[in-house]
Structure formats: structure tokens, C-alpha cells
């Protein structure tokens, strides 16, 4: 059979899904996603703000380890080198003599086991000199060199600074070289006099640069190596942290927009947990709102049936007494709109049905003959209107989870929608289609098609196509979206022929099919 006007209303357009339920599309709130998104680009995540206060001061603090470790290693390079000056000074000092029993000036003879010593010294850089003390008064200390490298620097020093047998260091420049000094005031309670003897050892710095040098790398080619994988640990470790986090998102946004159910506190970190604890509070504040406001309506239309039933049947009486044409003709128009009364009240108590998660039992059915059965309901209608309505079953059973109730309301909407906007001598056709997973149930129409601009609002309460004739309250396809959200299905509105005129107009609910 040929398709049907009401799909005029809602043709042409793309599947609107969304979590295997129907979702149209509000360009107001693209645009407030898209501002959303944007300014996602200035967010900063979670886990970013604890990376950085994790490794900026890690790296901040890395510099400083690194310099502290080469003073460190300055002062451990020294110690075995500064120990080998101290052992020349203790050798050189070991070996003054004075000749004539006290009478003269001390001389410094080196026999073969010094020699040996000190050149290994020799080998390695180390210089000495023995000077006898004279001391001036100013500062300076004068006196014969007894033995050694005359060139070596005496240090500036003062009368107070004279400890015999403490060993001090410097480090110098001489000739352009860097040196370590190290000087002692050579005394012994065997020398005959008090005379001192100033013994000055150098040796070249270079030795003591490398061993450093070597400490350090030792110590921050490591770090090197460890760094990049501390820092990937830490990212790891944040990373499992932040999972339930995560996995909470995933929950959320894997519910249907009407599951306001609460959120479980049990399997949260306890850091999130009084987050959780403000959303149940929220969600359990709308919830109360939303069912407040269902209770409203059905209890508004409840009271509203009654009256407007009195009325209705008043004038229908009163038309069969009516003494001129121009009373029944006003009689007419008050059944007419008491019926359309009637009809949007009792829309708006499925409306209030079809929300109310807690009164939609899905019990598996056939949708072949519930749509023949609501089909056949319609043909006195379409027949006074000068339209074909015809259906078009499967061969065999077309099974799906549903509730009788709100897919006949769905399906009347539709065909009704269909008939008001067919054109006299019109198609409309109802047809059921399978596959292996899916059920398709189809309304057709060759109507006038629906805008691209129409096709995105059609879905909207009390939305009506602006330019048509027909009368409606605007909540037929409202009622089809909420009954297809219910039962997980899809919803596509299409044109029947795109390229031609009138295009006509394809509802398309899609069921997943059950065995």
C-alpha cells in the first residue's frame, strides 16, 4: 500500500538515536554544547593539576640536587688526595735534622725510603718545599729554604695562626695551573731548639676535577634513567587513581535520561564520595520535582475528563432540540472542541504514563497484530476521508519487549498524524518489517514532506509544523518519542520518494527483535 500524509509532518529527516533510544536534536543546545566545548579547551583535568604539582617541583628541585651532589663530590674527591698531602707532610717532617747539636740551621736530608715516597708523589704532581720560620711581624714569614721547590707560595700568616703539627689547605693558582696547598708547622719535642720549619706541599688539582667528575656522573647519569621512568610511574599511579573516577563518568553516561535511580556510594573512593553524596541528593530533589509535576498533570486531567465530558454530552442533547441552524451550528463547534479537549487530556495522561519509568512493564509481544488490530481501528476514518489504508505483515511472528498500551497509543498518533495531513485520495500504509536482530515498524504517506529545518522540532510538546491546516495539540509525536525511549527503540524520519513531489513522508520505529 501507499504511504501515508502523516508522515508530512516529520519526513526526510536522519536517525535521531542516541543509546539505542530517540533523541532530537535542539540547535539551541548545540550551540550550548558547542560554548561547552570550548571552554573544555580551557579546563584543566584532574589529573593534569596533580602531575604538575607532583613534577614542577620535581624538576624544580632536580637542579638543586644535582649542584648540591657536585659539592659533595668536590669534598669527596678532596679527602683521599688532601689524606696523601697530609702523609708527604708527616714524611717530610719526620725527616729534619739539626746538625751540631742544636747549633745552626736544621737541614732536611731525604734518604732512599723518602725518596721512594715522595716520588711517587713526584709521579702524580706533588711539589714540596722546607723553610726554617722567621717570622716578621707583618704578616710574612721569612726565612732559608732548606730543601725543596723554592717556587711553591708561602702562605700570609699571622703569629696566632702558628699550631704546630695542624695541617691547613688552600687552593691557589701558580703559573697559570690550579693547585691544593697543604702546610704545616713541622715541630717535634726531640728538635733541640724551638726554631719552626714551615713544610708546603702542592699538587695539581686536575686529578681531584676527574675524580670528581666521575662522582658526579656516577651519581646523575642514573638519575637520568630513573627520572623518565619516575615520572611515567607517577603517571601509571594517577592514572589508576582517577580510575573510578572515570569509571563513575562511564556510569553516567551510560544511563537513559529518565534513570534518576541513585548512584551507588559503595564502590566510589572515599575522596568522591561526597560528591556522589551531593549528586544522589540532586538527583533524588529532581526526581521529587519530576513525579510532582507527572502527578500534576494526570491529576489536572483527571479532574478536567469529567467536566468536559458533562459538556460535551449537554450539547450533543441540545442539538437534537435546537430551534434554528445558527444555534446547532455553534452546538457543533462546542462538541468539536470539547472532543479535541478530550483528546489532548487524554494524551496528556499517556504523557504522564509513558514518563513514569515505574509503570512500563515490556512483556514480549507481537507487533504484527497489534499494528493489524490498531490499523483496522482506523479504516472507518480513513475511508471518510477518501484515503487508502492499508497493512503489510511478515510471514512470521515479530517479536518484541513491549507494552500493548503505549505501542497502540504510538501507532494511532502516527497514522492519525498520517490521515490529517494525507491529501484527499491519499496513501497511507502501516507495515511491519524483519530482520535477523531487528523489527521495523513503517507508517507511510505521500504527503507534502516536512522541511530539513521542521525535521529536528517535530519531536517537541505542543510543537505543531507552522502553515498547516490540520488540528492537532502538538503531543502525538511527543508521545512517540517518549513510548520509543521506553522501549529502547529508534526512531528515523525519512522521505518515501526524496526526488519527487510530494515526497511523502516514512516513520520508521525500530525494534530490537526478540527469539
Known sequence: MPPSTAGNLATGAAPL?????????NPDVEASFSRGDANTLYRRSLLG????????????????????????????????YDRGLRSALAVLSEQIEWPNGGVGQPILPLNPLTKVALRTHDSEGVFWKAQVVLYTGDGQVDGPVIGGDAALPTPKLNYEDIRPG????????????????????????R????????????????????????????????????????????????????????????????????????????????????????????????????????????????????PLSGLRLQAELALKSAPDAETRENLHKIVAGT?????????????????????????????????????????????????????????????????SLLLSEALNNLIDNALRYAPYSGHVTVSVKLSDT?????????????????????????????????????????IVKEVAQKHHANVMVDAVHP??????TRFTLTFRRVR
Open 17 to 25: 538515536t542516541q543509546n539505542a533510544s530517540l533523541n532530537v536534536t
Open 191 to 306: 728538635f733541640p731548639t724551638d726554631d719552626l720549619v714551615l713544610l708546603v706541599v702542592a699538587e695539581g688539582r686536575e686529578p681531584r676535577v676527574e675524580l670528581a667528575n666521575a662522582i658526579i656522573k656516577g651519581v646523575i647519569i642514573p638519575q637520568f634513567l630513573v627520572l623518565p621512568v619516575a615520572v611515567l610511574l607517577i603517571w601509571f599511579g594517577l592514572s589508576r587513581g582517577v580510575a573510578p573516577i572515570n569509571a563513575l563518568q562511564r556510569r553516567l553516561r551510560a544511563r537513559r535520561p529518565d534513570d534518576l535511580s541513585a548512584i551507588e556510594e559503595h564502590s566510589t573512593p572515599a575522596e568522591i564520595t561526597p560528591l556522589v553524596t551531593a549528586m544522589n541528593d540532586l538527583l533524588s530533589r529532581l526526581s521529587g520535582n519530576i513525579e510532582a509535576q507527572r502527578r500534576f498533570v494526570a491529576d489536572a486531567a483527571h479532574q478536567l475528563k469529567t
Open 49 to 80: 593539576e596533580i602531575l604538575d604539582w607532583m613534577l614542577a617541583p620535581l624538576f624544580l628541585l632536580w637542579p638543586m640536587s644535582v649542584a648540591i651532589t657536585y659539592v659533595v663530590a668536590q669534598d669527596i674527591a678532596n679527602t683521599p
Open 166 to 189: 695542624r695541617v691547613d689547605y688552600m687552593d691557589q693558582t701558580i703559573n697559570g695551573f690550579d693547585v691544593r696547598l697543604a702546610y704545616q708547622w713541622a715541630y717535634n719535642q
Open 438 to 478: 531487528e523489527v521495523k515498524l513503517c507508517v507511510e504517506d505521500n504527503g507534502p514532506g516536512i522541511s530539513a529545518d521542521e525535521r529536528t522540532r517535530i519531536f517537541d510538546r505542543f510543537y505543531r509544523v507552522l502553515g498547516t491546516q490540520a488540528h492537532g495539540s502538538g503531543l502525538g509525536l511527543a
Open 339 to 403: 472532543a479535541r479537549a478530550t483528546r489532548l487530556i487524554n494524551q496528556l495522561l499517556l504523557m504522564a504514563t509513558a514518563e513514569n519509568p515505574d509503570r512500563v512493564q515490556l512483556v514480549p509481544l507481537d507487533l504484527n497484530k497489534l499494528a493489524r488490530h490498531v490499523t483496522e481501528e482506523w479504516v472507518d476514518q480513513a475511508l471518510a476521508r477518501g484515503i487508502d489504508l492499508g497493512f503489510e505483515d511478515t510471514q512470521e511472528p515479530a517479536m518484541i519487549r513491549g507494552q
Open 499 to 504: 526526488s519527487s513531489m510530494p515526497p511523502g
